[in-house]
């Protein structure tokens, strides 16, 4: 049985997830807070809706995203390089997209 003390919820500027934690209800976008328990100890919290403090889904989801536009944007440069550019910097442009299209799937939360 928890004690009286876990079942309180309390606000904190940023979650520490370091801790395991599962969120408490639905999330919603317009919500100006999130709240969530640590399960570890049961203890609620309520951190302001920031993309720090959203579920890793979104996270994940949010990076994979922005990987997908970067890779779009380096086929669209191999398909049709720009005119003008020297075909040197047209391929840094596609190194750069494509490594960040690596580093944003590298850095997504896995879920």
Excluded at 18 to 39: I, N, Q
Excluded at 44 to 65: D, F, K, M
Excluded at 97 to 109: D, G
Aim: hydrophobic share 35%; charged share 30%; net charge neutral.
């Amino acid at each position: 049985m928890r004690n009286e003390r876990s079942t309180k919820t309390s606000f904190q500027m940023k979650l520490d997830r370091s801790r395991p934690l599962e969120l408490v209800g639905e999330y919603s976008a317009e919500t100006a807070v999130v709240k969530y328990r640590y399960t570890d100890t049961g203890e609620q919290v309520s951190v302001p809706n920031t993309w720090n403090n959203r579920p890793a889904e979104l996270l994940a989801q949010a990076a994979i995203s922005k990987a997908d536009a970067a890779e779009k944007r380096a086929e669209a440069l191999e398909a049709s390089p720009p005119d003008g550019v020297e075909p040197e910097q047209v391929a840094g442009l596609i190194r750069y997209h494509r490594n960040k299209a690596a580093q944003l799937r590298q850095s997504a939360p896995a879920c």
